[in-house]
């Protein structure tokens, strides 16, 4: 994440879940002096009355929001569906994040597909996803990063070098467990990527063998068992229909009991390249 003036978009819908979207929004932009652009999708078919209203009110929670949190928070009202415009918006305005609220996997929620993994697919800005307001002590001390087979870890290192450097975070890294001797060995590989670029840039970090089984389960397990503040995934690349119906573990990630922040980030994102971070 670049440390200029560029955007953080938090998608409103005027919920509790969106305020705590904003709190975690301006923990971060504080830090990295970003603005903040509050998004509203209209729904089609409204009377002109209730557009109006909808607007007024969210430029006086931006009016609010900017006093409140002393930081540049604006607005912006579109027309559209929640799963095209809000990634539509960031990638248009090349937003440095996403953070936006969630209610989780509730009721036939499951059966109808994960509506968070849904708008975060098109995303190409890494994505956050909160169902909870930020810890009283303010930090990112502890992330909890997965390691597989998978080229696209290195697409994970940005957020990660970022939440470091900027929020004096460790990581840890979860080795996946495998027999394959193959796969094994490209684990290895990207065990030893991070490896270097934690170490050049100071970035404390902890690696650990996690046991053969459901990968999501052990994740959330894990990061439960220390108190994470955040976790940081990939998303499935080329996710089909069917991920939504059945569930992709991301949902089962996102949606986590426990309540953790969970930083989604789509393979091949045209977020901040890794090298900027080198020496930094």
């Not at 490896?195 to 959330?220: C, R, S, W």
């Not at 990061?223 to 949902?251: F, P, R």
Request: proline share 3%; with cysteine; glycine share 6%.
């Amino acid at each position: 994440m670049e440390v200029t003036n560029r955007l953080i978009v938090v998608p409103w819908d005027f919920t509790e879940v969106a305020g705590f979207a904003l709190m975690h929004a301006a923990r971060i932009a504080r830090q990295v002096n970003n603005d903040i652009v509050l998004l509203h999708i209209l729904e089609k078919g409204l009377m002109p009355g209730v557009e109006q209203a909808r607007r007024d009110k969210l430029r006086s929670k931006a009016e609010d929001a900017s006093l409140k949190y002393n930081l540049n928070v604006r607005h912006h009202v579109t027309k559209g569906s929640i799963f095209t415009e809000i990634a539509d918006y960031g990638n248009d305005n090349e937003a440095n994040l996403v953070v936006m609220g969630t209610h989780g996997i509730r009721g036939m929620q499951k059966l109808t597909g994960s509506w968070a993994l849904k708008v975060i697919v098109r995303s190409k800005p890494p994505f956050i996803v909160v169902q909870d307001p930020p810890k009283d002590d303010g930090k990112f001390s502890n992330i909890v990063f997965t390691v597989d087979f998978q080229r696209e870890n290195k697409e994970k290192m940005a957020m990660a070098i970022f939440m470091g450097k900027y929020f004096d975070s460790k990581v840890h890294l979860l080795k996946t467990a495998t027999a394959d001797k193959n796969l094994l060995k490209k684990i290895n590989i990207n065990v030893n990527f991070a490896v270097k670029y934690f170490a050049q840039n100071n970035i404390e970090y902890e690696i650990h063998d996690m046991p053969k089984g459901n990968l999501a389960q052990q994740t959330i397990d894990f990061a439960h068992k220390i108190n994470a503040d955040m976790i940081v995934l990939m998303t499935t690349k080329n996710i089909m229909i069917t991920d939504y119906v059945m569930g992709a573990s991301e949902q089962y990630i996102i949606a986590n009991s426990s309540k953790i922040p969970v930083c989604c980030i789509n393979p091949r994102s045209t977020f901040a390249g890794v090298g900027q971070f080198m020496y930094g």
